[in-house]
């Protein structure tokens, strides 16, 4: 081996795996994309949606209950006003932030690797806002009444108060959720396009036709496509950081100890994305092995989303620690005392009932993305998978420490309170699980996962540049 | 009557060579079809500067002007509600919801504006699509169409001639 090709391998050793692995041609790569949507109707997915669908049952169960009784039927009351609900909310909002990270603010930072993921996780906002969205209307109590929220003139002539977070979070998550819909959406035009132009009937072709509006990849359309999706992207990306900060003024603004601290905007932006990317892994390493998507998400993807999870795993670490620090340099004996009550289980000063939920979060949220700083754990899709299980659990688990724990002990120990969820509880948060794996299976099935036109444009990209790893993994140039 | 001359392509330089040699001419409207943007399109077409980033500027603006509005209007001066003392008109809390419908405005005028203005949506049936072969357009394909005024005969055998691989031409009929 010559000095030159010795260093062109050890360049490609250094950029690590190619994120589009051969030279497909575009005809192939349409046919192998779409083969999810045009080919026959697999029994692994029917199967899968079938069981899917009976937790959506057991959702609507709850659902339905919740309508009817009211929220007595949850295990929520003072003092723990907020519990699985808004506990619910904040993980299924946090978990919505990756998929706009992915597709806007790595469009905007020009990382190629976004590529073949974004529709995929931009699929996973939408559905993720949409679960989220449902918590704080239930929690309503008249949740038929849930217009009143909107400033509209009504003829009690009364309004929202715009000083409280709570009308902020109405304004928030119904933008952060059209402006999602909007992106995905637009993004989606070509391909539906695309998929009205391969269909294998009439009832596809009319239908994608329909969704596609016309779209006749025009020159004069993609110039003004090109910019608006841009536009789209710049706009999603400070929305995104936006949103959260607004859903954690919810606790930061108030004055309860546990949850008055000025390091909540940016510790919830992180702990979202951490989620969020975590749930992109627990989606797509299977959806990957069942569509066979191994051409263009690549072990590149993975490794780069591990990557993402550790250094969000430490920021969200520090956010821990920092909570503690400023609990102790207060000097508050309230704020020392709740996180106290986090750590300690002690029977005599009736604390720490919950304390096994916060080793948990620990061990889920500090200790499993270390695992990531070796490379063959940030390339192994089964260790991906559990450590991304791991870490929604995680972070579930440190919402409900920060929402329900906080309240449960707060200045005077004669308004302390435990919790304890009902049936209805849980139906409506693993129900709401189900429910949005039963929205993921249909887009699956139904509309482009991976973003054809963007593939193809990447192909030509590395081809003009003349590398992405190919040479030194002796894989064929077309 | 107007006529559509629809020529298919190979390879991208040759596309754009054809473009550049096409545009201009009166009475003639040259477009490129391709599945995905095409680098050098813009100028190849002459097209100007897209304006879909003034627009957007335009109505973020107004978004957030009349977010801020709102929130004086209905809590400084139709209903000011005494919380623990603090001003009715508060600039520093009315940010979150100025932002969020600036944000919003933007979005929905980029949206709904590329669509139903810059590219004169919904059409689901354009000359375009009367030719078979025009599937490809969006799979694997590069295509040139030409919206002539007059004879279009010509404008086919130039396309030929410019190395386009199948050439037909399409009269527009209107209903």
Redesign the interface.
């Known amino acids: 081996m010559s000095t030159a090709e010795k260093t062109i391998v050890e360049a490609h050793a250094l950029e690590g795996p190619p994120v589009l692995v051969g030279r497909p041609?575009?005809?192939e790569l349409?046919e192998s994309l779409f083969q999810p949507v045009l080919g026959p109707t697999r029994k692994g997915w029917l199967l899968l949606l079938a069981a899917l669908l009976g937790g959506v049952g057991f959702w609507t169960l709850s659902l339905v209950t919740t309508f009817a009784v009211g929220i007595g039927a949850w295990g929520n009351n003072i003092p723990v006003a907020w519990a699985f609900d808004i506990t619910n909310f904040v993980w299924w909002i946090g978990i919505g932030h990756a998929g706009t990270l992915i597709s806007a603010i790595l469009l905007l930072f020009q990382q190629k690797w976004r590529t073949s993921i974004n529709r995929f996780a931009e699929a996973m906002t939408l559905f993720a806002v949409a679960m989220a969205g449902l918590y704080p209307v239930l929690h309503l109590g008249r949740p038929w009444f849930a217009w009143w929220l909107f400033?509209y003139p009504s003829t009690n002539?009364?309004?929202?108060?715009?000083?409280s977070a709570l009308?902020?979070d109405v304004?928030?998550i119904s933008?952060y959720a059209?402006?999602s819909f909007?992106?995905w959406?637009?993004g989606l035009i070509?391909d539906l396009?695309?998929l009205?132009?391969?269909a294998k009937n009439r009832t596809q072709r009319i239908v994608y036709?329909?969704l596609s509006?016309?779209?006749?990849?025009?020159?004069?359309?993609?110039?003004?496509?090109?910019?608006?999706y841009l536009?789209?992207a710049g706009?999603s990306t400070?929305?995104v950081v936006?949103v959260h900060t607004?859903v954690s003024?919810d606790f930061a603004i108030s004055q309860l100890p546990g949850w008055h601290t000025t390091i909540f905007p940016p510790y919830f932006v992180a702990g979202a994305i951490f989620s969020g990317f975590a749930m992109v892994l627990s989606l797509l390493i299977p959806a990957r092995r069942a569509f066979g998507y191994h051409q263009v998400v690549t072990e590149r993807h993975l490794e780069n989303m591990a990557k993402v999870l550790l250094v969000t795993g430490m920021m969200v670490s520090y956010g821990y620690v920092m909570e503690h620090f400023m609990a102790w340099y207060s000097g508050s004996e309230y704020e020392f005392f709740a996180f106290w009550n986090r750590w300690v289980p002690d029977a005599k000063h009736d604390t720490g009932h919950y304390a096994w939920i916060w080793y948990m979060q620990v061990f889920c949220n500090v200790v499993t993305p270390q695992i990531f700083w070796f490379r063959w754990a940030r390339r192994n899709e089964v260790v991906l998978f559990i450590a991304s299980i791991l870490i929604n659990v995680g972070m579930w688990a440190e919402r409900f420490m920060i929402i329900a724990v906080s309240l449960s002990r707060d200045f005077l120990p004669s308004s302390w309170g435990n919790y304890s969820p009902t049936w209805v509880d849980w139906g409506l948060f693993l129900g709401s699980i189900c429910t949005f794996g039963m929205l993921f299976m249909l887009f699956l099935r139904f509309l482009p996962a991976i973003p054809?036109?963007?593939v193809?444009?990447l192909r030509?990209e590395l081809d003009h540049a003349g590398h992405g790893g190919q040479a030194a993994h002796g894989e064929a140039h077309r | 009557m107007k006529h559509y001359v629809l020529g298919e392509f190979e390879r991208d330089e040759a596309l754009l060579g054809a473009?550049r040699a096409l545009s201009g001419r009166p009475g003639l409207t040259v477009?490129?079809?391709?599945?995905?943007?095409?680098h050098g399109?813009?100028e190849a077409?002459g097209?100007k500067r897209?304006t879909?980033?003034l627009v957007?500027l335009v109505a973020?603006v107004a978004g957030a002007c009349s977010g801020y509005l709102?929130?004086w209007y209905?809590?400084g001066v139709?209903?000011p509600?005494n919380?623990g003392g603090?001003p009715a008109h508060?600039a520093p809390?009315?940010i979150?919801?100025t932002?969020?419908?600036g944000?919003?405005f933007?979005?929905?005028t980029?949206?709904i504006?590329?669509?139903g203005w810059?590219?004169g949506?919904?059409?689901?049936?354009?000359p375009?699509?009367e030719v078979e072969a025009f599937?490809?357009?969006?799979?694997?394909a590069l295509?040139l169409s030409a919206e002539v005024d007059g004879d279009a005969e010509p404008v086919a055998s130039e396309l030929r001639k410019l190395g386009a691989r199948q050439v037909t031409i399409v009269p527009e009929v209107r209903s």
């Open positions: 041609g575009d005809r349409t400033p002539g009364i309004w929202p108060n715009f000083k009308p902020w304004f928030a933008t059209s402006v909007l992106f959406y637009l070509p396009a695309t009205r132009d391969a036709g329909i509006f016309g779209w006749r990849g025009s020159a004069r359309h993609w110039q003004h496509y090109r910019i608006g536009l789209l706009l400070p929305l936006s607004i003024f054809l036109f963007e193809k444009e030509r | 473009a477009d490129l079809h391709s599945p995905y943007p095409l399109s813009d077409l097209l897209s879909v980033p957007a973020g709102l929130q209905v809590n139709d209903w509600l919380v603090r508060a809390a009315f979150p919801v932002f969020e419908l944000v919003l933007a979005s929905f980029i949206f504006g590329l669509l810059y590219f949506f919904p059409r689901v049936h354009h375009v699509f599937r490809s357009a969006s799979i694997d295509w």
